[in-house]
């Protein structure tokens, strides 16, 4: 079983930038799946991003296309969400999520940080 922490959130101007991390522990991590998810207050969790074991599927909400940036460093264990440009609706507390059955979401959830985007 995996264990997820993420790290990286905080709060940050109108159209400046962040990067969040993600380590995992625990399990194999190459044969995982890798995603991001938000959610806002009052609004359920939504997708954001994903990569697969190989790095090499990436597919992005559409309302983070362009300016989001998904990765994974399978020898550290590591998956990134590179954020620019970034909005007040970009708000929410970001989860980190590991699955072996993708794209269902079942394996393991980090704890989630804060990102807050202020106008």
């Known amino acids: 079983q995996v264990q997820l922490v993420e790290s990286g959130g905080g709060l940050v101007q109108a159209g400046g930038s962040l990067r969040l991390s993600c380590a995992a522990s625990g399990g194999v991590f190459t044969t995982y799946a890798m995603g991001w998810f938000r959610q806002a207050p009052g609004k359920e969790r939504e997708f954001v991003a994903a990569v697969r074991g190989n790095g090499r599927g990436t597919p992005y909400a559409d309302s983070v296309q362009g300016r989001y940036t998904i990765s994974r460093d399978n020898a550290k264990k590591t998956v990134y969400l590179q954020m620019n440009s970034l909005t007040p609706e970009d708000t929410a507390v970001y989860y980190c999520?590991?699955?072996?059955?993708?794209?269902?979401?079942?394996?393991?959830w980090g704890q989630g940080t804060q990102v807050t985007v202020s106008s």
């Open positions: 999520a590991a699955t072996r059955d993708y794209p269902q979401w079942r394996d393991s």
